[in-house]
């Protein structure tokens, strides 16, 4: 079964400084997917990335940066000089691929980044 | 402009009623996801579908129940048996089952008096 823990339930920074968000991930699959979502206050999910169990490249998108590491199934998302549009409520995902699954994303229970001025 | 719409935004309704939750997509997409998001958690697939005329239970279907007859529309309804239905629920689409970037819709907040 497939299980994604976002242990940091909430974080609170000050403007400008760098902060990490965690996701760990459990699967018995050797294809899966990763994703990370951003639900800003009004709602609407964001996509943010995808990466495929295969590509353990670390990515970066401007101030958005994904550490992806299998030997800790582990897929950390850094946002490095934060600033207060970035609070929201984040979320880790994992897609398995095999089994015919591959539709269902299972979601991890969110972390409440608040930036404040 | 492409994408998803829900409507209403807020929801409210007696206890004991049904009630249908709109979700329509532009995006030509194949597949469509219905999820509850409750406060504090994730969220939890309730039903999806990979075509037109076909669906799928997710996790937590009792008490739903869902229609797919256009690619476009993907309307839920929140039935009476329902235990506990007040919560945020969003819609979601992606190209296929197996291309599994879902896009999501504005969401929808049913509250049941």
């Known amino acids: 079964a497939q299980k994604v823990t976002q242990a940091q339930t909430e974080i609170s920074v000050v403007e400008k400084e760098d902060v990490t968000l965690d996701c760990v991930y459990e699967?018995?699959?050797?294809?899966?997917?990763l994703f990370w979502y951003k639900q800003p206050p009004s709602g609407e999910l964001v996509f943010l990335i995808r990466?495929?169990?295969?590509?353990?490249q670390n990515e970066i998108s401007g101030r958005y940066s994904w550490n992806f590491q299998k030997s800790t199934s582990s897929f950390n998302f850094t946002i490095t000089a934060s600033q207060v549009v970035d609070s929201a409520v984040y979320f880790c995902?994992?897609?398995?691929?095999?089994?015919?699954?591959?539709?269902?994303?299972?979601f991890g229970k969110g972390t409440l980044l608040t930036v404040n001025p | 402009d492409g994408g998803i719409t829900q409507s209403p935004k807020y929801l409210f309704r007696k206890e004991g009623q049904n009630v249908t939750l709109s979700c329509e997509q532009n995006?030509?997409?194949?597949?469509m996801y219905w999820y509850r998001q409750d406060p504090g958690q994730g969220l939890r697939l309730i039903y999806y579908?990979?075509?037109?005329?076909?669906?799928q239970k997710g996790d937590i279907a009792e008490g739903y129940s869902v229609s797919r007859e256009k690619k476009e529309s993907f309307p839920l309804t929140v039935t009476s048996a329902q235990k506990n239905p007040t919560a945020f629920y969003l819609c979601?689409?992606?190209?296929?089952?197996?291309?599994?970037?879902?896009?999501f819709g504005p969401g929808t907040r049913l509250t049941v008096l």
């Open positions: 979601a689409s992606s190209l296929s089952a197996h291309y599994n970037e879902q896009f």
């Open positions: 579908s990979q075509i037109v005329n076909d669906f």
């Open positions: 995006l030509n997409h194949d597949a």
């Open positions: 990466r495929n169990s295969f590509d353990e």
């Open positions: 995902a994992l897609s398995e691929a095999g089994g015919g699954s591959n539709y269902k994303l299972t």
């Open positions: 699967t018995r699959d050797t294809t899966y997917y």
